[in-house]
């Protein structure tokens, strides 16, 4: 028995030991067709609206050694989103070390309970990350809360921004689900 037939005998044995499971084939028709499904007519707008209050989001990176990273990041909650976001940190971080080797980051988004236990937004974002070192973009940027972290505002040495270029948005809110063109 050569490879080929060695494959085909393990996936029908498979079959036939879980035939409930899909096969790799069909789970990718089924997700293909599915995503065309979950486009929406919610626009960018309506979910920026709908995200306007999330104060937090949770910015995934791969580490040098491959690993996931996360940690959270504050969303300076009253900042209108338009697919694009911003981020202040430290220039010794380690989530600036790993988007300069690798830009293909993650943000995670999760809004607060409706009434009457109605389910929370949550939204996901991929993008592309970048190191930002200029303080006219670190003043448009700047709200006073991140005086917290950072005492000397934008003057602060060793101060960066992260900016996170949104290619794919995907949301939940417990009725209804999609993707959003960025």
Known sequence: MDRGESFVADVT???????GLLTLSAWATRSA???ED?????????LAK????????????RTEGGQLATRPMS????????????????????????ILSDPHVALSFQGRSGLLGKPPLFVAVEGAGKIVRDKQAFAEHWTPDLERWFPKGVDTPGLVMIEVNAVRVHYWDGTDEGEVAV
């Open 75 to 98: 969303n300076n909650g009253e900042v209108e989103w338009q697919g694009d976001s911003y981020y202040f940190s430290y220039d010794d971080a380690r989530t600036v070390s790993d």
């Open 13 to 19: 044995e498979f079959r036939r030991l879980h035939p």
């Open 33 to 35: 067709t599915r995503r």
């Open 38 to 46: 979950l486009m929406t007519d919610m626009t960018l707008q309506d």
């Open 50 to 61: 709908a995200m306007g209050k999330i104060d937090f989001a949770m910015l995934t990176t």
